[in-house]
C-alpha cells in the first residue's frame, strides 16, 4: 500500500503530522504539503510562476504554491509511482455544505481523485486541533476499513471528525452536504499607510442542516462521512435548456 498525504494548513500543521503517524504501519507515506497555510484555497493551480519543491528535515517535501499543486505536482513528476490512496488533512475546522466549494483540503483529494486515485478529505469540526490525536485514530480506522473494503475504483470522500476525546468510538454517518446562508459581510480597515483594505468576512451559518446532512451528523455526536463527485453538470435542465436555446443537440 502506497499512500500519498497532502494538507491545506502547511507543512508544519499539527493536524497533518498527527494524520501521518496515525497511518504509519499502513503502508509506503510521502507527504508533500504546502509551505504555507492555503486554507481556501480551492482547485487552483499556480500557472503564473514556477513551482519549488523543499524537503523539511523530518522528511515531508513542501511546495510553495497550493494544495493542488502539491498533489498534481506528486502523481505528475515527483513521485515514481502511482499512488494506491491520497489522503488530505487533518484539517484545522469543518468543511461540511457549501465549504467543500472552497476548501483546499477537499481540493487535494480531489485531485487524487481526477487522477483516478481513491480519495480521503479530513478535517475536524472546530478550530483548534482539540483532541487531534482522537481524531487522527479515527482516520487510521476509517482508512483501514476502506482499504479492507477494495480500492477497485476511484472514489472521493469528505469526512468530517468532531473534536471530542472519544471520537474514534463515535458512529459514522453516510451524509450528503448541507447547506449555509450566504457569508457575512466583508471586514473594511484601514491600513497603517491609510489604505483601505477588506478581509472575506466570515461563512454564513448553516441553514440546511437537517437530518441526513453532515451537519446534522456532527451535531449529533457522529462522524460524517460524504461521499463526493466532480460532475457539475445540472442534468435535470439539460432538456430545458435545449428547449429555451432552440438545439438539436448537435455541435
Not at 497511518?23 to 497555510?37: F, H, K, M, R, T
Not at 469526512?159 to 450566504?182: E, K, Y
Not at 448553516?206 to 463526493?228: I, K, Q
Request: hydrophobic share 40%; glycine share 12%.
Amino acid at each position: 500500500m502506497r499512500i500519498l498525504i497532502a494538507n491545506d494548513d502547511g507543512y508544519l500543521a499539527p493536524g497533518l503530522h498527527a494524520l501521518v503517524r496515525a497511518c504509519e504501519g499502513l503502508g509506503q507515506i510521502d507527504v508533500i504539503a504546502p509551505e504555507q497555510n492555503a486554507s481556501g484555497t480551492s482547485n487552483s493551480l499556480t500557472l503564473s510562476r514556477p513551482l519549488s519543491v523543499y524537503t523539511a528535515a523530518n522528511g515531508f517535501r513542501y511546495v510553495n504554491g497550493t494544495p493542488s499543486d502539491c498533489v498534481h505536482l506528486a502523481l505528475t513528476g515527483l513521485l515514481d509511482y502511482r499512488p494506491d490512496l491520497v489522503l488530505s488533512g487533518i484539517n484545522n475546522g469543518a468543511n461540511m455544505g457549501d465549504d467543500t466549494l472552497y476548501s483546499g483540503t477537499v481540493a487535494a483529494a480531489t485531485e487524487g481523485y481526477l487522477f483516478g486515485i481513491p480519495s480521503i478529505a479530513f478535517s475536524q469540526v472546530d478550530k483548534g486541533w482539540g483532541h487531534i490525536d482522537a481524531a487522527a485514530a479515527t482516520a487510521r480506522q476509517l482508512v483501514q476499513d476502506v482499504i479492507a473494503g477494495g480500492l477497485g475504483h476511484p472514489f472521493l470522500l469528505s469526512v468530517n471528525i468532531p473534536n471530542r476525546a472519544d471520537a474514534a468510538a463515535l458512529p459514522r454517518q453516510i451524509t450528503r452536504l448541507g447547506r449555509r446562508h450566504a457569508s457575512e459581510a466583508t471586514i473594511q480597515q484601514r491600513s497603517p499607510r491609510g489604505e483601505m483594505i477588506y478581509w472575506i468576512g466570515p461563512a454564513g451559518n448553516a441553514r440546511e442542516a437537517g437530518e441526513g446532512t453532515d451537519f446534522h451528523a456532527t451535531a449529533n455526536g457522529a462522524v460524517s462521512v460524504t461521499p463526493l463527485q466532480v460532475d457539475l453538470t445540472e442534468h435535470a435542465t439539460l432538456g430545458d435548456w435545449s428547449r429555451r436555446l432552440r438545439t438539436d443537440g448537435r455541435a
